[in-house]
């Protein structure tokens, strides 16, 4: 069995995705385990365990922990406390194998070192990794039940070997003709148990040892559980008094205290919010938004949420769903699957302060931003080809700029063209998300390490793809360059963007709707194009409503159609 699979995943040194690994397991009909153990990253964890277990094999979770490129130790997780206490340790980067030792010292993980690491006696839960190249060194010790084989499994053939050194010497930044590169063993394929059986015929103990640990774990984690913040106060009964008790003191504020049709759609809407236990949600973007408005921090909800009264009621929108007839049900409805789609849009100004906000609101453990996979692909290949090739700046941008004029590239140049096919589409490294935020119940180191960035704020290891199947639903925090004009224009006028007059008021000045009707837009955003003037002075616009109607008919599609012009 193999205890040391590596995916795409151990960035710039894996080239399977986790499907593909788990392919290559189902070649052999004897593999019936298989280890995950990625390097420094656990962000191949819930795609490997979902294809295992379609594949019918039992999926086993782990981490190799590299510094400087030096292997510490690598952790298998016994069950889901295992794979948390490995995660736990990799968000804090270990620097040294003992620190390693230190912060795995659990019976729900094992931890399998290399044959130099500097002890000799093993906890319980430790054990020495033996390469089949490697058991000249142990075949004469008289007790190996510390030992287990470790097969490395990085390639899908020898035909990947070429794009491994190549990765590696991406990551190294050197020559690819360096022998310095540390690359895996050029065999580290996928063999069947019998023939690591044979590969490990001076040693068998070390094959029935490696069996035994990985028998011996469970799945990491439990994929399709909800696990987002599902209380927002002590206990859910609170959570919906008080979504209640607030959705109606904003409903009355709205539209007054004798208003029917609000309060016959705000009940309907929070039955559906309670039958899909969201007023957690609710209640946690209700807190975020108080929080811009006590700071007089400008916000606007955008995206299906403004369908619903009760986020009107509440202020996380200022879209009123019954006067502009929209309806809830394309929002949330009791058959719909699908989790709600808040935007809150921020002033770049303040979004960080937004962000700050959340983790020291809601627990630096429970919440983070989502990653996306920045990956290989057109120029940045060729630039990191060419360098690794020894080309200069100069011959690497003749190839970017002139890629159909073969006669002026470098003589590497094909060469680099043919190469760097087997790299598109590979992760290059982890980024952080323009704005999707989950907020977990449990701690997110039950099923992902956490990673710095720049800006203090850290990422998961799993973008909004993996997010869903994770059970975590993102809240999109964003920002945007508009807000921060209105902060700079309400600077000017010695206002704060709290005091900013609400669209019905602006409706109701002659001058603004004046301006609009004459299409002398120019200098306001989404309005201001020669088509968009146009129209205006076409349809008169002399209400929110409307302006909403001509910013839709522009579309290309509604225009191309005809239906612009029939609206007309």
């Given at each position: 069995m193999h205890l040391n699979c590596h995916s795409y995943f151990s960035l710039r040194y894996g080239v399977m995705s986790p499907r593909e690994l788990v392919q290559e397991a189902t070649k052999h009909v004897e593999i019936t385990h298989l280890a995950l153990t990625d390097i420094n990253n656990v962000s191949g964890a819930s795609d490997f365990i979902l294809n295992c277990q379609e594949a019918g094999l039992h999926p086993v979770s782990g981490i190799e922990y590299r510094h400087h490129g030096e292997l510490l130790g690598i952790g298998i997780a016994r069950n889901e406390t295992g794979f948390e206490i490995l995660n736990r340790c990799l968000s804090h980067g270990p620097r040294d194998v003992s620190t390693l030792r230190r912060e795995c010292a659990s019976s729900d993980v094992y931890l399998i070192?290399?044959?130099?690491?500097?002890?000799?006696?093993?906890?319980?839960?430790?054990?020495?990794?033996?390469?089949?190249?490697?058991?000249?060194?142990?075949?004469?010790?008289?007790?190996?039940?510390?030992?287990?084989?470790?097969?490395?499994?990085?390639?899908?053939?020898?035909?990947?070997?070429?794009?491994?050194?190549?990765?590696?010497?991406?990551?190294?930044?050197?020559?690819?003709?360096?022998?310095?590169?540390?690359?895996?063993?050029?065999?580290?394929?996928?063999?069947?148990?019998?023939?690591?059986?044979?590969?490990?015929?001076?040693?068998?103990?070390?094959?029935?040892?490696?069996?035994?640990?990985?028998?011996?774990?469970?799945?990491?984690?439990?994929?399709?559980?909800?696990?987002?913040?599902?209380?927002?106060?002590?206990?859910?009964?609170?959570?919906?008094?008080?979504?209640?008790?607030?959705?109606?003191?904003?409903?009355?504020?709205?539209?007054?205290?004798?208003?029917?049709?609000?309060?016959?759609?705000?009940?309907?809407?929070?039955?559906?919010?309670?039958?899909?236990?969201?007023?957690?949600?609710?209640?946690?973007?209700?807190?975020?938004?108080?929080?811009?408005?006590?700071?007089?921090?400008?916000?606007?909800?955008?995206?299906?949420?403004?369908?619903?009264?009760?986020?009107?009621?509440?202020?996380?929108?200022?879209?009123?769903?019954?006067?502009?007839?929209?309806?809830?049900?394309?929002?949330?409805?009791?058959?719909?699957?699908?989790?709600?789609?808040?935007?809150?849009?921020?002033?770049?100004?303040?979004?960080?302060?937004?962000?700050?906000?959340?983790?020291?609101?809601?627990?630096?453990?429970?919440?983070?931003?989502?990653?996306?996979?920045?990956?290989?692909?057109?120029?940045?290949?060729?630039?990191?080809?060419?360098?690794?090739?020894?080309?200069?700046?100069?011959?690497?941008?003749?190839?970017?700029?002139?890629?159909?004029?073969?006669?002026?590239?470098?003589?590497?140049?094909?060469?680099?063209?043919?190469?760097?096919?087997?790299?598109?589409?590979?992760?290059?490294?982890?980024?952080?998300?323009?704005?999707?935020?989950?907020?977990?119940?449990?701690?997110?180191?039950?099923?992902?390490?956490?990673?710095p960035m720049a800006k203090g704020f850290p990422i998961v290891h799993f973008d909004k793809r993996q997010a869903k199947t994770l059970g975590l639903h993102k809240y999109d925090i964003l920002s945007q360059r508009a807000l921060g004009y209105i902060d700079d224009a309400c600077a000017l006028l010695g206002r704060t963007p709290a005091m900013i007059p609400p669209i019905e008021i602006l409706e109701r000045d002659q001058r603004t709707m004046s301006l609009l009707q004459q299409g002398e837009t120019v200098g306001s955003f989404y309005v201001e194009s020669p088509a968009m003037r146009n129209l205006l002075q076409k349809v008169p616009t002399h209400d929110y409503r409307r302006l909403v109607d001509v910013t839709s008919i522009i579309r290309p599609g509604v225009a191309k159609s005809g239906m612009m012009d029939a609206y007309i």
């Open positions: 070192y290399p044959l130099d690491a500097p002890w000799s006696a093993l906890e319980e839960h430790e054990r020495f990794g033996v390469c089949p190249w490697e058991t000249p060194f142990v075949s004469n010790l008289p007790l190996l039940d510390n030992y287990v084989s470790l097969w490395p499994v990085v390639l899908r053939s020898t035909k990947d070997w070429e794009t491994h050194r190549m990765l590696r010497a991406i990551d190294q930044q050197m020559l690819a003709s360096s022998n310095q590169l540390h690359c895996c063993h050029p065999d580290a394929m996928m063999h069947d148990p019998m023939s690591l059986a044979k590969r490990y015929a001076c040693c068998p103990a070390l094959v029935r040892n490696g069996e035994a640990v990985i028998k011996s774990c469970d799945p990491a984690i439990e994929l399709g559980k909800n696990r987002n913040r599902k209380i927002y106060s002590a206990t859910k009964s609170q959570d919906h008094r008080k979504l209640l008790a607030l959705s109606e003191r904003g409903r009355r504020m709205r539209y007054g205290e004798d208003d029917r049709a609000s309060a016959v759609q705000m009940s309907e809407e929070l039955k559906v919010i309670a039958r899909h236990n969201l007023e957690a949600y609710f209640l946690t973007c209700w807190d975020i938004t108080t929080y811009a408005r006590r700071n007089a921090i400008a916000h606007v909800g955008r995206g299906s949420g403004g369908n619903s009264i009760v986020a009107y009621a509440l202020g996380i929108s200022n879209v009123d769903p019954i006067r502009l007839g929209l309806r809830f049900d394309r929002f949330l409805s009791a058959e719909r699957a699908d989790p709600p789609d808040f935007d809150l849009d921020f002033s770049w100004q303040h979004r960080d302060q937004i962000l700050q906000y959340i983790f020291d609101r809601f627990g630096a453990n429970h919440v983070a931003l989502l990653a996306t996979f920045q990956t290989f692909k057109g120029r940045s290949i060729v630039w990191e080809l060419g360098k690794i090739f020894g080309l200069t700046r100069q011959e690497i941008k003749c190839i970017i700029d002139h890629p159909l004029q073969r006669h002026r590239h470098h003589p590497l140049g094909n060469l680099i063209f043919d190469r760097g096919k087997a790299l598109i589409g590979l992760p290059n490294y982890l980024s952080m998300h323009s704005g999707g935020v989950v907020l977990s119940q449990a701690p997110l180191t039950q099923i992902t390490a956490l990673k």
